[in-house]
């Protein structure tokens, strides 16, 4: 089966030196790579390299179209292209996926074509596989999990070493984890992009990357915060999750705190960690690689090697209205601010200890407005959910 | 594609209600369950219970013969006969897999059969399609795990409660989670078949259960052992691991020591954690209900669903011949004996602490060795491997 290459940066060279090396069992010789494209500068460089991507479109022997170049733009536009010219695509890129899947889906299904992209959540996790196979029977209600290793990286570290959120976010970005704009990562875009992707598969519905998806990144957190909440026992990890009830799912991007012995503070470094719960399997979650070169590169040569097995995925249609609800749990948050509270708080038990208050019982919506008011005022201000309701000491 | 199911215990009742209620998105009409092979007194209960397997054999209408009797014989015989026959055969049989497997394979190929066996190992968990799924790229140098949720629980329960082993072996037989005889989940040998199956797919080869596969399970812990490694920080789990290196390989199941914040630390109650290690996918785990009614009927549907959808596993033939080799590795250990076993130790560097010798750097071969010597001389014993290197306090 003869593959082009869209972008040639770390992940495209994973994917040549997988196809290249041949280790495993079916990674045979029916797979090859004939084009790949890249900036007219480059072409020189190697004969397999072309920056003319019609050539690639009306080379009836080209199968398969992998996108990794990333972005939003012209990565949309050509795997349209791509899809309609027939040719199965394989992408890495979330952000993309998150916001056309459906189209993706659509004009894949005009032209007898494929839609795969395992890589684009979980890395080498094999997470979409898993949670399409489980939807084969069960119904899932629930996602949950640690989707970006660069925060969990800067997490970690800050944890293990006492050091600042600065200094590990700038040693990050020296090891390539952390890009030089680290918003994605921090900020919780990339966590909402494969929670979206994940929870468009779980419920077959569409949510679209946007403002009203509550996200609460790290890039408040300070050394202060991770020894307060060593201190009361917890270690902080960013989570995304998602839950459904009825035809209403929350969908949140937040810190959240974890007792050692509970699985989620065992996920160390860069490593991503995602489950869900279906009503027959139970709660089912994994943990692995969540990027990186071959990691990654080997999601995408997954989906290649059921392209050429011919076998489907699930099929959805993403047509399922849910509403989104962030009041359907109570749960219980630690909101650090210097600011006073309060009044934004009555009704709430809280207790206050120095800058940390501890409140009770309330929804997700409720407390990510009163954090959103008290950052509106620039005031410092970081908020982190409760894994498990504890009793207050 | 219709289906007989032989067996009708917990395991076979689920998988009839997975299939009878249809609410996932694949178990459409296009599955029926036509008999179900019981014994000859229990016939008149359902119509479609039936005693004569002749009948089966003979219906060329049951594509899939789904085993879950349980128990080397007649299961054997049975998955023969209907293998012989040209029938698919589903089982959720971890001994007689283990055993049989080159042979089941062998007449599947014959028959042009599938022989499918995802339930056998993690329950619920889809360890081996994902096992499989791995190799199609990877090399896979080493499997481990928490293979066997009964011995979970029970070291769990010791170490929340403080309570004694045969207390909470009592409550475990109570909740059906063990046997009336427990030794398949508290000696290791369940976690041994399992590994067995794992090892035999991982590394394209054979391992038959047997004495030469090294296990120590938890017969022997006091609620004493559970309390003196909690004072060092530990948390013990009964651990079925397996490391390949060029043709020679480890197997053994053991207790192993975990620090709070090692994922292992954080698998509760009778879950199980099952993981790999691959050349280009890095570590892999996984995490889920490895028992259990409707788990285990899932995964056994998962593999029907394989069938109906003509999704093939990998293809094996078992036939890399490696030597078994536990001196691969030196590790640390933690052995309770009130026996004086310095001469035994004498050129391995150790300390005594009361009745716990911390042995530093000896290989699993040698350590297992010594402590069957003091088994022998029915003598206390009780043996822990060390997760990480630690330096010694």
């Known amino acids: 089966m003869k593959i082009a290459i869209l972008g040639h940066g770390t992940v495209g060279s994973g994917v040549s030196k997988i196809i290249q090396n041949r280790q495993g069992d079916l990674v045979s010789n029916s797979l090859e790579i004939k084009y790949i494209y890249v900036r007219p500068n480059k072409v020189a460089e190697n004969p397999l390299f072309t920056a003319d991507y019609d050539q690639i479109l009306n080379d009836d022997e080209v199968e398969v179209v992998v996108e990794v170049m990333g972005g939003l733009e012209p990565a949309k536009t050509m795997i349209i292209q791509a899809l309609s010219h027939g040719k199965n695509v394989v992408t890495a890129n979330k952000a993309v996926v998150a916001r056309n899947i459906v189209e993706f889906n659509q004009v894949a299904n005009q032209n007898n074509a494929r839609f795969y992209f395992e890589s684009a959540v979980g890395g080498g996790i094999p997470w979409i596989i898993n949670l399409e196979r489980a939807l084969r029977i069960d119904q899932i209600d629930s996602i949950h999990g640690i989707f970006n290793g660069t925060s969990n990286y800067i997490l970690d570290v800050m944890t293990k070493t006492g050091a600042s959120f600065a200094d590990v976010l700038k040693e990050a970005q020296d090891l390539g984890y952390a890009e030089a704009d680290p918003s994605a990562d921090i900020d919780g875009y990339d966590i909402e992009n494969k929670?979206?992707?994940?929870?468009?598969?779980?419920?077959?519905?569409?949510?679209?990357?946007?403002?009203?998806l509550l996200k609460f990144g790290i890039r408040n957190i300070t050394d202060q915060d991770i020894q307060y909440f060593k201190d009361q026992g917890w270690v902080v990890k960013l989570i995304g999750r998602s839950f459904r009830k009825d035809n209403?799912?929350?969908?949140?991007?937040?810190?959240?705190?974890?007792?050692?012995?509970?699985?989620?503070?065992?996920?160390?470094n860069n490593y991503n960690y995602v489950g869900l719960r279906g009503n027959t399997i139970g709660k089912l979650s994994f943990n692995g690689q969540g990027a990186g070169e071959l990691p990654t590169a080997h999601a995408l040569v997954q989906d290649i090697l059921?392209?050429?097995?011919h076998t489907s995925h699930l099929y959805r249609e993403f047509d399922q209205p849910l509403t989104l609800d962030n009041s359907l749990k109570l749960k219980n948050y630690v909101v650090r601010t210097s600011a006073d509270i309060s009044t934004y708080l009555a009704g709430y038990e809280?207790?206050?200890?120095?800058?940390?208050?501890?409140?009770?019982?309330?929804?997700t919506a409720k407390m990510h407005h009163i954090v959103a008011e008290i950052d509106r005022r620039n005031i410092d201000v970081f908020l982190a959910c409760i894994s498990r309701h504890r009793t207050r000491v």
Chains 1, 2 share one sequence.
């Open 248 to 268: 209403r799912f929350s969908f949140v991007v937040e810190p959240t705190l974890y007792s050692p012995g509970e699985i989620e503070a065992g996920i160390h």
């Open 306 to 309: 059921d392209l050429a097995a």
């Open 350 to 363: 809280f207790t206050k200890d120095g800058n940390y208050y501890h409140i009770d019982q309330i929804d």
């Open 195 to 212: 929670l979206c992707i994940s929870v468009d598969i779980a419920y077959n519905t569409f949510v679209q990357p946007g403002d009203e």
